[in-house]
């Protein structure tokens, strides 16, 4: 039981890092968009 509860949250944080990283990447990819908008 309990190295099943360690796998499970385990699990949960390569879910939520991999999460943030897609969310970052749209984040940067957005302020470039802006920043070219900027430059233009």
Do not use: C, N, P, T
């Not at 796998?7 to 940067?28: A, S, T």
């Amino acid at each position: 039981m309990h190295l099943s509860l360690l796998k499970w949250m385990f699990f949960q944080v390569v879910i939520y890092h991999k999460l943030m990283r897609v969310l970052l990447i749209e984040d940067e990819e957005k302020l470039a968009q802006s920043l070219k908008k900027g430059l233009e």
